[in-house]
């Protein structure tokens, strides 16, 4: 049971470039976030899906676009990198949004320069 | 190395000895909190939750107290060993309404000394 895979591990990207970072769950959870982890900021929240075709903004979604086509993926696209977004990026699913069951299952994270 | 986690608050604790890590919350309608562990490299993993209508909750070697009053949370790890040495982040939610997912505070490195 693989739970939440994120790929890539790690990209270095010049500043302009673009990207995808996928996130696949195999949990079935109606609900996916993408996250982004900096140092002494915690975890903040970047956009998020409560379902298939769905998708919200969260704490900080400049310059982050996402895409829930299908149920279990949960695409973060980055369409012209900056130096800010250098950071680690993490995605998580949970079962239910608010309360009980919203325990929420992380991917291993990426890893991006963007230089 | 990793850098996540740099300049955050530090607590530095004696192998075998208990931990005490506090967590401040900011919504007073939050009534749903869950602490996570992070391990250097990996994503949070799932610790403890508790509900707004308990004060106290315990699992293996955890506890978590929550204090309404002064929206104050803490996680206490008995017999601290060197596998807990990671960071640890609160989080918060809303069973009943809103519609704000789960709100993560900065978290807290703990570092076991053997």
């Known amino acids: 049971n693989a739970g939440v895979t994120q790929t890539p591990k790690f990209r270095v990207l010049k500043t302009g470039q673009s990207m995808t970072l996928l996130c696949a769950q195999d949990?079935?959870?109606?609900?996916m976030y993408w996250y982004r982890q900096d140092p002494g900021m915690g975890l903040r929240l970047i956009h998020y899906s409560v379902g298939e075709g769905t998708t919200a903004k969260g704490e900080v979604p400049d310059g982050y676009n996402v895409s829930r086509l299908k149920k279990q993926n949960f695409l973060l696209g980055l369409e012209s990198a900056a130096p800010s977004q250098t950071s680690v990026y993490f995605c998580?699913?949970?079962?239910?949004?608010?309360?009980?069951?919203?325990?929420?299952?992380f991917g291993q994270g990426t890893r991006l320069t963007v230089v | 190395g990793e850098s996540v986690g740099l300049h955050l608050p530090t607590l530095s604790v004696q192998e075998g000895d208990n931990s005490i890590i506090n967590c401040a919350y900011s919504?007073?309608?939050?009534?749903?909190f869950i602490w996570y562990k992070q391990e250097s490299g990996k994503g949070p993993q799932f610790i403890i939750d508790i509900r707004s209508n308990m004060d106290k909750r315990q699992g293996q070697r955890v506890t978590v107290l929550l204090n309404k009053t002064v929206k104050h949370l803490s996680l206490q790890i008995a017999a601290t060993q060197p596998g807990d040495s990671a960071v640890y982040f609160c989080?918060?939610?809303?069973?009943?309404?809103?519609?704000?997912?789960?709100?993560f505070g900065k978290g807290t490195r703990l570092s076991v000394i053997a």
């Open positions: 998580a699913s949970t079962q239910a949004f608010r309360g009980d069951n919203t325990e929420a299952f």
């Open positions: 989080a918060e939610n809303i069973r009943r309404s809103g519609n704000t997912p789960l709100v």
């Open positions: 919504n007073s309608a939050s009534d749903y």
């Open positions: 949990m079935n959870h109606e609900y």
